[in-house]
């Protein structure tokens, strides 16, 4: 409870005195180009497979012949959009971007970096964290739609090559009752995880004391604390969006 | 000049700082002198404002800085400048960069005035050809002359350095010693140095505060430092026995003096020798 109140207090001195708007702006852009060109392979590996298993699985659990062969795309379809490509790509970032975001702060913080900034009279936790934030909420949806598509495709190439459907059954599958909500339901999900993701890192690394292995444990349980995040948050947007 | 008074500063109920006065004047290197762990680290934030002290005041040129309103309190601080005992150098960015960066955010400079300021400043501290290095690829005392560089490159009318020979090699350090002591007569800047070092005491003290568990102790000059009679700073100058040395060689030589007075005929004046 203490925590969670000076985490807010936290977010709160973000929007205090910031700085001029084209600092803020040109920070945003470097970190969201960092974020983007970090994590775009892994994404891509990771949701290529992701969409390739579930195929393959799904194929392998439904053997009843009533059931037409193309409901395998419309299955992968409604899974990886609605629910892996979001919350799997964020658990990845959450790796990725968490551990980075509070590594460099924590970094930062006990090089007395973060100290130089206060004592010429920058307000270091906007100068700092507000840019990342932001970059978060734009490139995490951007990686998430980059997931969706390359999901799809990988069960496109697992059903193929493993002769569970054709590719007419695996498009006529993909097309069979599409509901557009549901892109917007992810896409609402990938904001709140990218908030929750870096704000959480970024609370823990700037808030490092200590020495380098602080900063290892700030960077463990900024992942950590972030995947328990999300997926708590998962569950309360499907319960109070779907 | 800087005033501070009567600064107080507890930790969990742990007294760090009892009380501190006293006057930093401008042109002159101020000194704060002490064992590990006396405070001094946590004065000097108190000063420049990282840390809020629990009670007392502090002043820049007459104008209150604790308690005051942000935008007061910001005006002073572009006027601060700051060597870190790690000289905290950002290391995303280059050496040039570093020094820019206090230009670029805090004023109101054209691109082409920030470079020219940036090549003075870097020359001055001499380190015309290492700008476009970043900070991992220099040395330690490289970096606390960036740090030097930066902390003076806005103009700043005050500079507080922490250790800022700390990790140094003996030449190096009173290379960088004598450098803050140049800056400070050149630009009539208010110093103002955290030390331990009895070397750099004897340097550059132009005025040194002897701290000792969160006291001030004793108030002087380097000339004066040797002849205290404060236990406790006693104790801690003649820790090493260079100084112990030092002093003896002091005492021989002033007996000398004193035997070459009286064979010319004439008697030495105030106290006479013990023995
Ligand atoms: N932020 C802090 N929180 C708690 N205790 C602190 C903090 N900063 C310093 N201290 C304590 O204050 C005392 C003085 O520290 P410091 O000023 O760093 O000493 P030094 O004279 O070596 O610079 C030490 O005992 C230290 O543990
Ligand atoms: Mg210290």
Redesign the interface.
């Known amino acids: 409870m203490k925590t969670l109140g000076r985490f807010l207090l936290f977010l709160n001195t973000l929007v205090r005195r910031g700085e001029s708007f084209r600092i803020l702006f040109n920070r945003t852009i470097d970190e969201a180009i960092l974020i983007g060109i970090n994590s775009v392979v892994i994404v891509a590996i990771v949701s290529t497979f992701i969409g390739a298993v579930t195929c393959v699985q799904i194929s392998y659990n439904l053997t009843n012949a009533l059931i037409p062969r193309s409901t395998i795309g419309f299955m992968v379809r409604e899974m990886t959009i609605l629910e892996l490509a979001p919350t799997i790509t964020s658990i990845v970032l959450a790796g990725k971007v968490g551990s980075n975001i509070a590594g460099g702060l924590g970094t930062m913080r006990i090089t007395e970096q973060i100290d130089a900034l206060e004592v010429m009279g920058i307000n270091s936790a906007s100068y700092l964290v507000l840019p990342k934030i932001i970059a978060s909420l734009l490139m995490f949806p951007l990686l998430v739609i980059v997931a969706m598509t390359l999901s799809i495709l990988g069960g496109y190439v697992a059903g193929s090559l493993s002769g569970a459907l054709s590719a007419q059954e695996y498009v006529e599958g993909l097309r069979s009752e599409f509901i557009p909500y549901n892109i917007v339901f992810a896409l609402i999900k990938s904001f709140v995880f990218a908030f929750l993701i870096s704000s959480i890192s970024s609370y823990l690394g700037y808030h490092t004391k200590g020495g380098a292995l602080e900063v290892g444990a700030a960077s463990t349980k900024a992942v950590t604390n972030s995947i328990i995040a999300v997926l708590i948050a998962d569950f309360v947007c499907a319960y109070v969006l779907l | 000049m800087i005033e501070i008074h009567n600064i107080q500063k507890s930790f969990s109920g742990v007294k760090v700082l009892n009380g501190i006065s006293g006057i930093f004047e401008s042109g002159k290197t101020n000194l704060l002198l002490g064992a590990s762990g006396t405070g001094k680290s946590v004065l000097l934030?108190c000063i420049?404002?990282?840390i809020k002290p629990d009670l007392g005041s502090i002043t820049y040129d007459g104008k209150v800085f604790t308690n005051n309103k942000?935008d007061l309190?910001?005006e002073i601080?572009?006027k601060?400048g700051?060597l870190?005992?790690?000289s905290?150098?950002?290391?995303s960015m280059n050496v040039e960069e570093n020094v820019e960066f206090?230009l670029r955010?805090?004023t109101p400079m054209s691109k082409e005035e920030r470079r020219e300021r940036v090549e003075f400043c870097l020359k001055r501290v001499g380190l015309e050809n290492a700008g476009k290095k970043m900070p991992s690829e220099i040395s330690g005392g490289m970096k606390k002359r960036v740090g030097i560089a930066r902390a003076i490159a806005p103009n700043s009318r005050y500079l507080?350095c922490d250790e800022p020979n700390s990790g140094l090699d003996p030449l190096t350090a009173i290379k960088i010693d004598e450098l803050i002591y140049e800056l400070t007569k050149e630009y009539d800047i208010t110093t103002v140095i955290v030390t331990h070092d009895m070397n750099s005491v004897m340097e550059i003290g132009d005025n040194i505060m002897f701290l000792h568990k969160g006291n001030k102790l004793w108030e002087g000059g380097r000339e004066e430092i040797m002849d205290t009679k404060v236990p406790e700073l006693r104790e801690f100058i003649f820790a090493s026995s260079l100084m112990r040395a030092a002093k003896k060689v002091d005492e021989e030589l002033g007996s000398l003096d004193e035997l070459s007075t009286i064979q010319n005929g004439r008697e030495p004046e105030g106290e006479k020798p013990q023995e």
């Open positions: 934030q420049v404002g990282l942000l309190k910001q601080r572009r601060i700051m870190f005992q790690g905290a150098l950002f290391d206090p955010m805090l507080f």
